[in-house]
């Protein structure tokens, strides 16, 4: 079991310390050419210290199209104090960029271990690698727009930034027992998550309730792959005599 990161332990603003990983791609159809198709990713940023995330699309695999998604990032998130990855070609030519052009920010661009060392900061990666699965088993082999597949990852990400991560002092059942990222990034809990299917007249509405669909898909796989880690571990919280040599185990 790998330390601690210190700056999991500071109370920081956040996305002050901030993991990201990129992961796809995802076919996507053109808006006005729905026969032209093209693949984009997924870029999604973890907060190390709040657990909130913030996810969204990089239009393609080089360090230009995922600066254009960290810009998108930063003007709704501000600027990270410290960007934690793994050692991807494409991050390491961004994370040079970002740290010439964020010196007066005083962002730093940090590596972890080998990209093949996953247990590193295993808190973050275990979330990263939750969502990736359970997303890309949620859009399958769908073909959405660019737009479309957007909101469906913000969608995913509110829904991910609901989730407890702490108990209030206050239990007053009309307000809630559980403190989850969207109090501390909103000051109060988002709307109701998942938000089900969308209820309009016309068809205008097709496209909206196949977003809404792919949603509920991911919240069913994440729910059950997700939660049942958050039960506690009693063997990692009681105290007792470190294993040694000549030791009945």
Not at 18 to 47: E, M, S, W
Not at 103 to 118: F, Q
Request: charged fraction near 25%; aromatic fraction near 12%.
């Amino acid at each position: 079991m790998d330390q601690v990161l210190e700056e999991r332990m500071k109370p920081t603003p956040p996305f002050y310390h901030t993991a990201v990983d990129l992961f796809g791609p995802f076919n996507i159809k053109d808006t006005v050419k729905r026969r032209t198709h093209g693949k984009v990713y997924g870029v999604i940023f973890n907060c190390l210290v709040t657990r909130a995330v913030y996810v969204d699309l990089a239009e393609g695999y080089s360090a230009s199209d995922f600066m254009a998604t960290y810009q998108r990032f930063i003007s709704v998130r501000g600027a990270p104090r410290i960007l934690y990855s793994d050692r991807g070609s494409q991050l390491i030519a961004a994370g040079k960029n970002i740290e010439r052009i964020g010196k007066n920010e005083g962002v730093t661009w940090k590596y972890n271990r080998p990209s093949d060392a996953p247990w590193y900061n295993g808190a973050s990666e275990s979330l990263i690698k939750s969502v990736k699965r359970n997303l890309c088993i949620a859009i399958g082999d769908s073909v959405l727009t660019f737009g479309e597949l957007q909101t469906a990852l913000f969608n995913v990400a509110s829904m991910m930034n609901e989730r407890p991560i702490g108990v209030k002092p206050c239990f007053n059942l009309e307000l809630g027992n559980y403190l989850c990222p969207n109090d501390l990034l909103l000051g109060r809990a988002s709307v109701k998550c998942p938000q089900g299917i969308y209820e309009s007249d016309g068809d205008h509405k097709r496209r909206l309730e196949f977003i809404q669909k792919i949603v509920e898909s991911f919240w069913r796989k994440w729910q059950r792959d997700f939660f049942p880690t958050m039960v506690v571990r009693q063997k990692w919280h009681t105290n007792r005599r470190n294993v040694r040599v000549m030791m009945c185990v």
